[in-house]
């Protein structure tokens, strides 16, 4: 079991630290805190039995590295879109593009002479 919880742990941390640092690392909670559940139930164990392995002690300080990391993201990075006069442009833009594209189309050509209406309807 104590292994188990260990490899777990492990796991979890390491899905903590990933999701910490990429843009998503508003879900690195969630991992980090499955995380520090199976440490404290391997740090339980391995204290039980009188070995406490280094490797536990080091996850847990990991999670508690993504957890602030985290923290930092969320209270001090603020996400910001800037320039949106020029990408409303660019929308403009393609929406012409797009309403030229389909005015020039010969739709008059196509014929539907396989096509029954009402079986569509």
């Known amino acids: ?6 490899i777990l742990a ?14 998503i690392s508003n879900l690195a909670v969630f991992p980090a805190a499955f995380a520090l559940i199976f440490c404290g139930i ?7 039995t009188g070995k406490v392995k280094k490797i536990v002690q080091f996850t847990f300080l990991l ?6 990391i985290t923290a930092y ?6 996400n910001e ?5 020029i ?14 594209e389909l005015e020039n189309l010969d739709l008059e050509s196509i014929e539907f002479e396989d096509v029954d209406i009402e079986k569509i309807n």
């Open 87 to 100: 990408l409303n442009e660019k929308e403009a833009q393609f929406e012409e593009e797009a309403i030229e």
């Open 42 to 48: 391997a740090f339980y164990l391995s204290k039980k």
């Open 10 to 23: 492990i796991i979890t941390c390491a899905i903590a630290i990933i999701f910490s640092v990429l843009p």
């Open 81 to 85: 879109v800037v320039n949106t006069p």
């Open 1 to 6: 079991m104590k292994k188990l919880f260990t």
């Open 63 to 68: 999670t508690l590295c993504a957890l602030s």
């Open 73 to 78: 993201k969320a209270f001090f990075v603020k």
